[in-house]
C-alpha cells in the first residue's frame, strides 16, 4: 500500500489546488490577491491588510515571523515546502482562529513552545502540503471541526505531530507523513474528538505510539500505516464505536493495536504482525469489540491477547508464527473465537487461564504447541475444531463442555465425570475427573498430549501406540490408575505425572523420547508389584517386571531379561528395568486349576492370577465333598 504521493503527483494536486482557488476568487467580486516578498514584506501585515475571501501567495523565501489569521482568507506559497519558510518567533507558527482558511506549501518551524500550526475553534479550514517540523507540536486543533488536514509532512516534532483536542470531530486527516515525534504520539484525538476520519496516513517511527485515541468515539482509522513506533502502532483509550480497518501496525516496541477499557469498536483487516510484544491486545474492561479479518503474525508475544475483557467476538483472523499464544485470554469470559480463525506454529495456540462462559467452535488449528489449552478455566464450550498436529490440554479446568472436535482426522474423545466406559476411535483422549473408563488400542500420534487423566482414578490405560507427540501420557491430580502394555515413543515427554499417586506404571515401552519421565509431586509404581510368570530367550522365569527404557544402560548378568541395577530419573525409579522392548518377552498364563473329583483330592500352594479392579472374580469347577467322621468342613478360596 503506497499512501504517498509522489512529487509530480503532489506538484499536479497544488497547481490544481491553487487554480481551484484563484477561480473562486476571480468569481467574488471582492476578492483581491496580495504578494508577499521576503525583505521588508511580512504575512502578517499582508493578512491584516486583506479583506475576507483574499488570496496571499508568498513568494520563496525566509519569513521569521508569527502569524495569526482571523478572517477567512487562502494563504498560500509560490512554489512550495522547499523555498518559503516560516520560522516561528511565538509560542506558534500560524495561528488560525476563523472558518474557511486554506494555508497551503509553507515549511513551519522553530514553534517550540506551542505548535507549528494552530487551528482554535475554526472549522471548515484547508491544512494542506506543508512541512511543519522542528515544533513542539506539529499540527493541533481545539474545538475545530470539518477541517481538511492534507499531505503534509509532519516530522520531529517534539510531541504530537497532529493532535485533534476538546471535541474537534468531522475533521479529515488524509495522506500526512507524520513521523519521528520525540516524546509522543504521530496522531493524536482527545477529549471527545469523535467522527473523524483518519486515512491513508504513513505514521510510522515515531518514539510513542503511531495513532492514539482517548475518550474519542465513532471515528475512522483505515488504510495507515502505523510501523516502526516505539509504543504501539494504533492505541484506543475509553473510546467507543470506531472503526480500525485496514491499517498495518506492524514492527512496533509494544503493541500493533492495543485497546484499554474501549468498547464497541470494530477491528478488521488491519496487518498486526512483527511486533515486540502482541499483535493484538484488548485489555482492562474492553468489551463488545469485534476483531475479524486481521492477520496477527510473528509476533514476539502473542497475536491476540484478550485479559480482563469480556463480550468481544474474535473471527475470522490468522493467527501464526508468534513466539507464545496464537490467541490468550486471561480472567476474560464470555468471549466467542469461532468462525474461521487459522491459527498455526505458535507455542499455543488458544490459551485460557483463569476464564470462563467463553465459546471456542469452527477454528483450524494446526502445528502448535499445545492447540487449546484450558488452565484453571471452566464453563467453556469447546466444539467443532479442527486439529492438525496438536489437540486440548486441561489443567484445573472444569465443566467444560468438548464436543465435535477432530485431532488429525479423529475424535477428540473428551469425558468428563463418566464412569465404566472404553475409549476407542480416538485422535486423542483427555478424562477428567473420570473413574473406572478403559483406554487400549489406540494409535495416538502427532498431538500435544496422546492420553490426558486429570483428576481421573481406577482406569486403564492399554495397548497403546502413543507416538511422536509432545507428551505422550499425562496423568495430573489422579491416583490408582494402572498404564501398562503401551508404546511411548519419540515423544518430547514420555509420560508425565503432576500431583499423583500410586498409579501403576509397569510394561510399556519408552523408547527415544527426548525426556522419558516428568514426574512433581507424584509418588507412583514403576514395575509389577507381584511376581509374574514369562518367557525370555526361550527360557522361563518368575520376577518383578518393569519397563523398557532405551536409555537404560545396566547389566544383565543372570540373563533373564531384567536389569540388574534400578534406572532412575530424579526422584523415580523402576527396580526391574527391561532389557529389551515388551514385544521380546512372553507373559505366560498359569494353569487352571481344577479340584476334580473322587477321594480326598487337594491342591496345595500360592496360585496366581491377572485381577482388575472393580471387576467381578468368576470361580468355576470348585468341588466340595463330605466326609464321615466328626467336626464340619470348610471350603475357601483366599486370594492375595
Known amino acids: 500500500m503506497n499512501i504517498r504521493i509522489r512529487k509530480f503527483e503532489k506538484a499536479v494536486v497544488f497547481a490544481v489546488l491553487f487554480a481551484t482557488l484563484a477561480c473562486v476568487s476571480i468569481g467574488t467580486a471582492s476578492a483581491a490577491t496580495h504578494d508577499v516578498y521576503p525583505g521588508n514584506h511580512s504575512i502578517q501585515m499582508a493578512i491584516n491588510n486583506a479583506t475576507a475571501g483574499d488570496t496571499i501567495t508568498v513568494h520563496d523565501g525566509t519569513y521569521n515571523e508569527s502569524i495569526s489569521v482571523d478572517q477567512r482568507l487562502t494563504i498560500q506559497s509560490e512554489n512550495g515546502t ?15 482562529s476563523t472558518d474557511h482558511v486554506n494555508l497551503i506549501g509553507f515549511t513551519i518551524e522553530e514553534a517550540t513552545d506551542v505548535c507549528g500550526i494552530l487551528v482554535l475553534e475554526a472549522n471548515d479550514c484547508n491544512i494542506s502540503n506543508n512541512n511543519v517540523s522542528g515544533n513542539y507540536q506539529g499540527i493541533s486543533l481545539f474545538n475545530a471541526s470539518r477541517n481538511t488536514i492534507y499531505d503534509n509532512d509532519v516530522l520531529a516534532n517534539e510531541r504530537w505531530g497532529i493532535s485533534l483536542n476538546y471535541s474537534s470531530s468531522y475533521n479529515q486527516i488524509t495522506y500526512n507523513n507524520v513521523s519521528n515525534s520525540w ?11 469523535n467522527y473523524n476520519t483518519i486515512t491513508d496516513n504513513d505514521v510510522s517511527s515515531n518514539n510513542y505510539n503511531g495513532i492514539s485515541l482517548r475518550t474519542s468515539n465513532n ?81 514476539n508475544w502473542s497475536g491476540v491477547v484478550l485479559s480482563s475483557s469480556s463480550d468481544n467476538t474474535i473471527s475470522g483472523n490468522a493467527a501464526g508464527n508468534n513466539n507464545d499464544d496464537g490467541i490468550a485470554l486471561s480472567y476474560s469470559s464470555n468471549n466467542t473465537i469461532s468462525s474461521g480463525n487459522t491459527i498455526s506454529n505458535n507455542k499455543d495456540g488458544i490459551s485460557l487461564e483463569a476464564s470462563s462462559n467463553n465459546i471456542i467452535s469452527s477454528n483450524t488449528l494446526g502445528n502448535n504447541g499445545d492447540g487449546i489449552s484450558l488452565l484453571d478455566s471452566s464453563n467453556n464450550d469447546i466444539s467443532g475444531n479442527t486439529f492438525t498436529n496438536d489437540g486440548l490440554v486441561v489443567s484445573f479446568a472444569y465443566k467444560n463442555v468438548v464436543n465435535d472436535n477432530t485431532v488429525n482426522g479423529k ?45 481421573t482414578e481406577d482406569s486403564l490405560v492399554s495397548n497403546n501406540n502413543v507416538i511422536n507427540n509432545y507428551c505422550g501420557i499425562s496423568i495430573g491430580n489422579s491416583i490408582n490408575n494402572i498404564v501398562t502394555g ?152 483366599k486370594i492375595f
Open 183 to 193: 516524546d509522543g504520539n504521530g496522531i493524536y484525538l482527545t477529549n471527545n474528538s
Open 82 to 96: 522547499d523555498y518559503t519558510f516560516i520560522h516561528a518567533v511565538s509560542e506558534y507558527g500560524c495561528r488560525i
Open 486 to 637: 503401551n508404546n511411548v515413543s519419540s515423544n518430547y515427554q514420555g509420560i508425565a505425572l503432576i500431583y499423583s499417586y500410586n498409579n501403576q506404571i509397569g510394561f510399556n515401552n519408552f523408547i527415544d523420547n527426548t525426556a522419558d519421565i516428568y514426574s512433581g509431586g507424584s509418588n507412583n509404581i514403576w514395575n509389577t508389584t507381584r511376581l509374574i510368570l514369562y518367557a525370555y530367550n526361550s527360557k522361563q522365569y518368575t520376577n518383578y517386571m518393569g519397563n523398557y527404557w532405551s536409555k537404560y544402560t545396566g547389566r544383565d548378568t543372570n540373563k533373564d531379561g531384567i536389569g540388574d541395577t534400578a534406572y532412575r530419573i530424579d526422584s523415580v525409579k523402576d527396580n526391574s528395568p527391561l532389557m529389551q522392548p515388551c514385544e521380546d518377552y512372553t507373559l505366560l498364563a498359569y494353569p487352571v486349576l481344577d479340584t476334580g473329583t473322587g477321594t480326598y483330592p487337594s491342591i496345595m500352594g500360592t496360585h496366581e492370577g491377572k485381577i482388575k479392579p472393580s471387576y467381578d472374580i468368576e470361580v468355576s469347577d470348585l468341588y466340595t465333598y463330605s466326609c464321615a467322621g466328626t467336626g464340619g468342613h470348610t471350603k475357601s478360596i
Open 219 to 299: 471515528n475512522e482509522i483505515q488504510n495507515n500505516v502505523a510501523n516502526a513506533n516505539q509504543g504501539t502502532g494504533i492505541a484506543l483509550w475509553y473510546s467507543r464505536e470506531n472503526i480500525i480497518e485496514d491499517n498495518k501496525a506492524k514492527t512496533n516496541t509494544y503493541m500493533g493495536i492495543y485497546l484499554e477499557n474501549s468498547m464497541n469498536n470494530n477491528i478488521k483487516d488491519n496487518n498486526a504482525s512483527n511486533n515486540d510484544r502482541d499483535g493484538f491486545r484488548l485489555w482492562n474492561y474492553s468489551s463488545s469489540n469485534t476483531i475479524s479479518g486481521n492477520t496477527a503474525g510473528n509476533n
Open 411 to 455: 475424535p477428540l474423545v473428551y469425558l468428563e465425570e463418566t464412569s465404566d466406559k472404553k475409549v476407542t476411535n480416538a485422535g486423542q483422549v483427555i478424562l477428567v475427573n473420570c473413574t473406572n473408563i478403559t483406554v487400549e488400542n489406540l494409535d495416538l500420534a502427532n498431538t500435544n498430549v496422546g492420553v490426558e487423566l486429570w483428576g
